[in-house]
């Protein structure tokens, strides 16, 4: 069985920094496209950052230049760096991934969110 774990969420002050991590636990999987998403109190769940497994990244508008999503396929693990954070990013954070099983299915698995807050 496939589950995603993420960890890394907390409290910063308007400006800091602060590192997602999200591994894929368990066995006989190869994992595709990897991304993050949030999801702020009363608003729709968004799409932060994507990354392919040849590590080609696309980013949402409001987190260009800020946010920087990497992976390590040996790991099974991939990550959001945010720096400059601020208030609008507050948010629960959740990573998912597109997994292959070994019996050739294709399913879309998703983290169980990590909370985000920027306030001072």
């Known amino acids: 069985q496939v589950q995603l774990v993420e960890s890394g969420g907390g409290l910063v002050q308007p400006g800091g920094s602060l590192r997602l991590s999200c591994t894929a636990s368990g066995s006989g999987f190869s994992i595709g496209p990897m991304g993050w998403h949030r999801q702020a109190p009363g608003r729709e769940r968004v799409l932060v950052a994507t990354?392919?497994?040849?590590?080609?990244?696309n980013y949402q508008d409001s987190v260009k230049g800020r946010f920087t999503i990497s992976r390590n396929n040996a790991k099974a693990t991939v990550y959001l760096e945010m720096n400059s954070l601020k208030p609008e990013d507050t948010a629960v954070y959740y990573c998912?991934?597109?997994?292959?099983?070994?019996?050739?299915?294709?399913?879309?698995?998703w983290g169980q969110g990590t909370q985000v807050t920027v306030s001072s």
């Open positions: 990354i392919t497994s040849g590590l080609i990244t």
């Open positions: 998912n991934s597109n997994i292959r099983l070994e019996n050739g299915t294709v399913n879309d698995y």
